[in-house]
């Protein structure tokens, strides 16, 4: 039996610490439900929660005290610059904030690591069902500890889609509304949780065939997009190009209805 090389250690330690940090900001965003939260508005429809501010600050902890040194890119925070570091953490605290705010149970706490540049990490854990998803780069997806894989659909009058709309919806003609009317008359089911990295999770799982959405930021997508790769399934912008979590746009799917999806988002220009 080999022992495992410096990489596999740090993998196994990065994705340790992130889960204590993602377990830890999870009870953090419970124990809110319990005692209550104030709720600030952003802009009209964009709020911010205690529990978001609270949840981060658990989580930024957790890392510091592991890896003092890491970039870390936060929502709420910002970009925290440790200019030599080749490992940036990516975390939204609490995705799915409006959700929260009303008492609907469908958030979770999302953390990614990327290694210059490269997602390598992803944890997603969402405190209301107990459910952790977890993945490293090259060792493929679990949930609560058991392995997931994408579903086999291969057809959109199977599939149930997912997909969200950004807050600047009332503002822009750019509002995704154009692409879910198309989808609907598509497709077997359409669903709006509110919570992208918890639909990423989905599409990992099987739950979901697959999602996009158009204006996403990079903490809504980093650790998820590394979980759903590592499920076996396959994410890129609308135009079919590779994925990057500094992009807005994201088609994540099973795969065998990628191309499909694609064909759909481009049946026409979207209004910029
Ligand atoms: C939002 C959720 C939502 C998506 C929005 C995101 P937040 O994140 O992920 O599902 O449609 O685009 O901004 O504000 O709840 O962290
Ligand atoms: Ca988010
Ligand atoms: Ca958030």
């Known amino acids: ?29 419970v124990e809110c439900t319990r005692t209550g939260f104030r709720i600030e508005h952003k ?51 609490l995705d799915g904030t409006t959700n929260f ?12 690591v990327e290694c210059d540049g490269r997602g390598i990490i992803g944890v997603i854990y969402d405190p209301t069902r107990d459910e952790l998803f977890t993945a490293q780069i090259g060792q493929g997806a679990r949930l609560n500890g058991v392995p997931i894989s994408v579903s086999t659909t291969d057809h959109l009058d199977h599939a149930l889609l997912v997909t969200g709309f950004a807050y600047d919806i009332r503002e822009t003609p750019n509002n995704n509304l154009n ?10 089911g359409l669903r709006r949780t509110g919570t992208a990295a918890l639909d990423l999770c989905y599409v990992a799982a099987g739950r979901f065939d697959g999602f996009w959405e158009v204006k996403l930021n990079p903490w809504d997508m980093a650790a998820g997009v590394v979980i759903l790769r590592e499920a076996g399934g396959r ?15 994201l088609v994540a799917s099973n795969g065998p209805i990628h191309q499909s999806m694609l064909d759909v988002l481009q049946e026409d220009v979207s209004p910029s």
């Open 1 to 29: 039996m080999s022992l495992p090389d410096e990489q596999d250690v740090l993998l196994g330690t990065l994705i340790s610490v992130a889960t204590d940090a993602a377990r830890q900001a999870g009870a953090v965003l």
């Open 43 to 93: 802009q009209i429809i964009n709020l911010v929660t205690d529990a978001d501010h609270q949840a981060e600050q658990r989580i930024i902890d957790v890392i510091h005290e592991a890896f003092p040194t890491h970039r870390v890119l936060a929502e709420e925070r910002g970009l925290t610059e440790q200019p030599l570091s080749r490992y940036k953490w990516v975390i939204d605290p």
């Open 101 to 112: 705010a009303h008492g609907f149970p469908a958030y979770c706490v999302s953390i990614g």
């Open 179 to 188: 692409h879910f009317v198309r989808f609907a008359l598509k497709v077997q």
């Open 235 to 249: 994410v890129t912008d609308f135009a079919g190009n590779p994925h990057s979590i500094y992009g807005q746009q």
